[in-house]
């Protein structure tokens, strides 16, 4: 078996029949994976566009439009029709929205397309005037059921709806008025979802779309009518359903689940729904329902429905939470499901049931079950083929359970001597808290029974929807996952053997590739969610081989016992570990037992291999900081450490002691990323570290004073730990932090070739109070820090985090870098509109590019463009740039001037950004844009105001023609 990497290249060489079938085994929610494609190339965007578009994740509705609005016409109808499914967030709203909205214009050119699309639009009523509203649309507390139909106007090859959050629409009045005028329009228009609550009049103009053929709501409720509120419904009189829906619904599957309806008014909508094939009713008491106390079932209504004899209903789906399906309620059931109203009946499910059910005895009865059984078979038309009934589990009911399986043992002798078309029988939903189903010798031995007459026997477990595997089992390691997850058989005293059923893919296209293609998939998908590679290694031996190096190569530690067990059994998997991520808290769960046993192992492991410094008494370890150095012991090909969450660990000590003292265990580890807060001092002994190259630190703090001593200021001080040159540390980076000069000064003399130097000052982060709000004047004190990183600096970054850097500010850190000869890039940032300036702005430019060194290459700068800029807008960040294209070229060698960090929910760079680009491109230097970059697992949850096309698009396209 060949398992040879290939080069990240190797899936642009495929032709694309095969990446569009490689793409077709994508999950279509994966948006991270699909945006990373189409930014790609022009080749990936073209064959990922419309998968990118395919499904509208219920984020960023106003940037989809922007993209619509401002596209070329060809453009913009291409990206109308790719979309095929919709899913609605109405909490898209609850947070400020105006900064995400769209300007007047916009909205008025949005507005302008849908009103000469010629779709039919009731503009004399303010509620369904969809382009007026939308161009006065600015509160963020106004109802906005009606933006989600003005939206769909922009889709009209949308297939399927999903909706949350109807709870916040208005549920006095009807909904989706203009979508019901308009069927032509939404002719593709097939499945509709909504999550309530909501009352079952507030859909009812989708019943009228001849399209509809399938509709699943939610939390359906007959809810209270609020104080001083009026129904839309009584201004449109009462026959209004009867007048919509005369001729009848096309919807052929109706579901209606946690509802609380008042049957006998529902009735009314229900009974036209004369095409209707399938029907769920799930009933659970609800709070906001108007009618407390009311008889829940809707068993004894199932004839008034008003379906008749040519209804099509061939299933039927019923449900009482909480309590179980009477023997009178089947009884009533039975009545109308044996005559002409559900003649075409093929599959009845209904639950919770017990014995009592299907006849109202006791357990000494059980002589009678051949009659019990002809009886049940008699209740049921002749047309039912499936019969599925949910058992009411209880925890001491297996008596009843049991007699329950001699009924439909009985059942089996009964149908086969019937005229009943009945073949498959099942219990149904076995809750899976509850375990495997009891008696599995009788259930394998009724299967027989059912088998022998031609008839169809199982048992259905409860489907667990949106269950998180490696969180419900966050106990167990991958690893061990993949030795568990397939199950031994089980041999039965007569000879059966029972193997448990494993789900494999639906499609075999992905397991036909050759092992070369399959790991260049597998290194594409992101490591900071390993479900998916976790899953993928369990399907197949060949896929655990092939996963596995990319499973264990980047780990995201929030468990770290069972990874601890696993790294002390199986040094192979601990090899193949490159990064970790820690994001672990002790807590009382910790400390059992088997871990500290396990932990008692591991340390005497080490001991026997003579490490160092390693704890004598392993009872002692309570703390993150000393653990994670013995779990790191075990990782000798680590590469970059990463710890995102050291919330509880003790403050005043130095961390890493361990780890600075067996270098030998850690020749690979290069970076090492921490997030305090914290105080710079404790991570001194990290410098020491001979491997390490990179330290990135996020919110460094200055603590409070306190009677705790600590450990540098009096015992080991820093100048003992840190030697000038004692470090080989080249990149150090200080993120939202406050250092004190002196401090500062033993780390980087101690760096013996320090390269790069990034600080990001955050006042915030003072808990002393020792400096006060002008803490930016102290960047002129940084000098001293640099003394002995004069001629090996080659990259400086200061930033002022939200503080504003005006003129004076900026020259300090000009004259910070004019001491550095070697020095090849420097950023700076925020950099505002000064409007006290000490100099005219061309004044202020030239004094700069004196202060700056000769060998600079690379400037880039982070403006805030926003709320600072004074009276002159756009032109105070925007004419210190020009000055600098015109006066830098003859002092300076720049090649490239970069604006970072651009909020990417502004859209376009600014209007200047063409001329700024000639002033630059003049003087033969580069002018980009780079956006803000986004940290985090789903950067459409983070930026769900950015619209994903409109970035790549439109951005790109001004950035980069």
């Not at 590679?533 to 016992?561: A, E, F, G, Q």
């Amino acid at each position: 078996m060949t398992t040879g990497r290939v080069s990240v290249s190797a899936l642009d060489s495929l032709p694309d029949e095969l990446i569009l079938l490689i793409l077709d085994q994508l999950d279509p929610r994966d948006y991270l994976t699909l945006r990373d494609l189409n930014a790609t190339s022009s080749r990936f965007r073209r064959l990922t566009i419309d998968r990118l578009y395919r499904r509208f994740p219920g984020c960023s509705p106003e940037q989809f439009l922007r993209t619509i609005a401002l596209s070329h016409p060809d453009e913009r109808h291409e990206f109308m029709n790719y979309v095929k499914e919709v899913v609605w967030y109405q909490n898209y709203w609850d947070r400020p929205s105006r900064r995400r909205c769209l300007p007047l214009g916009d909205r008025h050119t949005v507005a302008n397309i849908l009103r000469s699309s010629g779709a039919i639009l009731d503009t004399t009523d303010l509620s369904t005037d969809l382009p007026g509203r939308f161009i006065g649309f600015s509160s963020e507390y106004e109802v906005h059921w009606w933006y989600l139909e003005f939206f769909l106007f922009s889709t009209p090859k949308v297939e399927k709806i999903t909706i949350h959050d109807a709870w916040q629409w208005d549920d006095h009045s009807y909904w989706f008025k203009s979508l019901s005028a308009n069927p032509i329009h939404f002719e593709n228009l097939r499945s509709i979802t909504v999550f309530g609550p909501l009352r079952l009049r507030n859909i009812v103009p989708l019943l009228t779309l001849p399209s509809i053929h399938a509709l699943d709501l939610t939390q359906v409720v007959d809810m209270r009518q609020e104080p001083d509120r009026e129904f839309s419904w009584t201004r449109d009189g009462e026959d209004y359903v009867d007048r919509r829906l005369a001729s009848g619904s096309s919807l052929e599957h109706l579901v209606i689940r946690e509802s609380d309806l008042h049957v006998p008014s529902a009735v009314g909508i229900l009974g036209k729904l004369n095409k209707v094939k399938s029907f769920t009713y799930e009933h659970v008491c609800h709070e906001l329902a108007s009618h407390p106390g009311m008889q829940p079932s809707i068993f004894p209504w199932v004839g008034n429905l008003c379906w008749g004899p040519d209804s099509s209903l061939e299933s039927l789906h019923l449900r009482i939470e909480s309590s179980v399906v009477t023997h009178e309620e089947m009884t009533s059931l039975c009545h109308h499901v044996t005559g002409p109203v559900l003649a075409r009946l093929r599959t009845l499910n209904i639950g919770p049931c017990s014995v009592s059910t299907f006849k109202g005895f006791d357990l000494a009865q059980s002589e009678d079950l051949p009659t019990i059984a002809s009886r049940i078979v008699a209740a049921f038309p002749d047309t039912l083929e499936a019969l599925q009934i949910q058992w009411a589990y209880e925890r001491d009911g297996e008596p009843r359970l049991k007699f329950f399986i001699d009924i439909l043992r009985h059942l089996a002798e009964a149908i086969a001597g019937s005229n009943s078309k009945l073949k498959h029988v099942s219990i149904v939903d076995w809750p899976a808290l509850a375990g495997w189903f009891p008696f599995q010798d009788q259930v394998i031995s009724l299967k027989r029974v059912y088998e022998r007459r031609g008839l169809q026997f199982d048992i259905v477990y409860e489907e667990i929807e949106d269950g998180e595997p490696l969180t419900v089992m966050e106990d167990v390691e991958p690893a061990s996952r993949q030795r568990r997850s397939i199950p031994s058989p089980t041999v039965h005293s007569d000879g059966i053997v029972v193997q448990m059923a494993t789900n494999l893919p639906s499609k075999p296209g992905f397991d036909t590739l050759p092992n070369e293609l399959v790991i260049s998939i597998i290194e594409r998908m992101p490591n900071d969610n390993a479900k998916d590679i976790c899953n993928l290694s369990l399907t197949s031996r060949r896929m655990y081989t092939l996963s596995v190096d990319h499973l264990y190569k980047s780990l995201l530690v929030r468990r770290p016992w069972p990874l601890l067990r696993t790294l002390r059994s199986s040094p192979e998997l601990a090899n193949r570990i490159r990064d970790i991520t820690w994001r672990h808290n002790f807590n009382d769960h910790d400390d059992t037992e088997e871990n500290q046993a396990v932990l008692s192992s591991c340390i005497k492991l080490l001991e026997s291999s003579h490490q160092d410094g390693l704890m004598r008494d392993s009872s002692g370890l309570r703390c993150d900081h000393e653990f994670i150095e013995i779990l790191l012991m075990f990782t000798p090909n680590l590469r970059t450490l990463v710890i995102a969450d050291r919330a509880f660990w003790p403050d005043g000590e130095y961390w890493f002691r361990r780890i600075a003292n067996n270098p030998d265990r850690f020749v690979h580890l290069r970076t090492i990323n921490i997030h305090g807060p914290l105080s710079v001092e404790a991570i001194a002994y990290l410098f020491l570290l001979p491997s390490l190259r990179n330290l990135i630190a996020s919110d460094l703090v200055l603590p409070e004073r306190t009677d705790n001593r600590r450990v540098w200021d009096n015992e080991i001080p820093l100048r003992t730990v840190l030697d000038p040159g004692s470090s080989q540390v080249e990149k150090i980076v200080l993120k939202r932090s406050v250092v004190e000069v002196p401090t500062l000064k033993y780390f980087t003399e101690a760096c013996r070739d320090l390269k790069s130097f990034a600080y990001e000052q955050d006042i915030n982060n003072d808990q002393r109070g020792m400096y006060s709000r002008s803490l930016l004047s102290k960047f002129g004190e940084l000098s001293a820090a640099f003394i002995l990183n004069r001629t090996t600096l080659e990259h400086l970054s200061i930033r002022g985090d939200h503080q504003m850097l005006r003129q004076e500010h900026v020259l300090q850190v000009a004259r910070l870098a004019s001491n550095m000869s070697n020095l090849r890039s420097l950023d700076m940032g925020l950099i505002t509109h000064d409007d006290d300036p000490i100099q005219c702005t061309s004044d202020f430019v030239a004094k700069m590019v004196r202060l700056l060194p000769p060998t600079l290459e690379d400037m880039s700068f982070e403006i805030d463009w926003q709320e600072h800029w004074g009276s002159r807008g756009w032109e105070g960040p925007t004419e210190m740039l020009r000055h600098l294209a015109t006066i830098a070229s003859p002092k300076l060698s720049l090649k490239k001037v970069a604006v970072v960090d651009w909020p990417p929910f502004l859209g376009h760079f600014p209007p200047d950004f063409a001329q700024l680009h000639q002033c630059f491109a003049e003087q033969s230097i580069d002018f980009v844009s780079i956006p803000a970059s986004i940290e985090g697992p789903d950067p459409l949850q983070l930026l769900d105001f950015v619209e994903p096309g409109y970035v790549f698009v439109q951005v790109a396209v001004a950035e980069y023609a």
